[in-house]
């Protein structure tokens, strides 16, 4: 057999520009969304996790947690960028993604307060807690995605789409 009847393994097309752009929006549609609803349901879950007897109390403990996981971010840039420079970015943003989902599905079953007490707060912070510190990796991605465009249009989107937080 010679070199030139050895079959040759087709390498895989990159993907393009905007395909990147479209995965990277939807990243960031559904982070947003997941403080978004937060925020807006955050009566309701003041209720059901943090109830204290006074409303405004379980409101304030509520946007607490809330607040919490902004506190946090840096931690998580500290642990998943070390992570990212040994593991490489696919690996980091993997990493990001699977512990915002457990983090997210934690709050999604907890029951209430009523059902297993002092544990529904803890573990909803906690929850909170873990989106904080493993969200919001997108941003980085994006703005190296921006570096990478060569059409001014696509870096023109890229930029817009960085600047409205989309």
């Given amino acids: 057999m010679t070199a030139d009847t050895l079959p040759t393994a087709a390498l895989p097309k990159p993907p393009s520009m905007n395909r990147l752009i479209v995965a990277a ?3 960031n549609v559904f982070e947003w969304f997941d403080f978004v609803v937060y925020g807006f349901f955050a009566v309701t879950l003041a209720e059901v996790f943090f109830p204290t007897g006074n409303p ?13 996981a902004y506190v946090v971010r840096p931690l998580g840039a500290i642990v998943v960028g070390g992570y990212t420079d040994r593991a490489g ?15 997210t599905t934690m709050m999604a079953v907890t029951p209430g307060y009523a059902t297993i007490g002092i544990a529904a707060p803890i ?25 990478r465009a060569r059409r001014r249009a696509t870096r023109v989107r890229l930029e817009l789409q960085f600047a409205t937080g989309a």
């Fill in 25 to 27: 929006t939807i990243g």
């Fill in 56 to 68: 405004t109390v379980s409101l304030l403990v509520t946007f607490g947690a809330f607040g919490l």
């Fill in 89 to 103: 970015r696919k690996n980091g943003l993997m990493l990001s993604i699977a512990l915002m989902m457990i983090g």
């Fill in 123 to 147: 573990i909803i912070t906690l929850a909170r807690l873990l989106q904080g510190v493993f969200g919001r990796r997108r941003v980085r991605q994006r703005r190296q995605l921006s570096g």
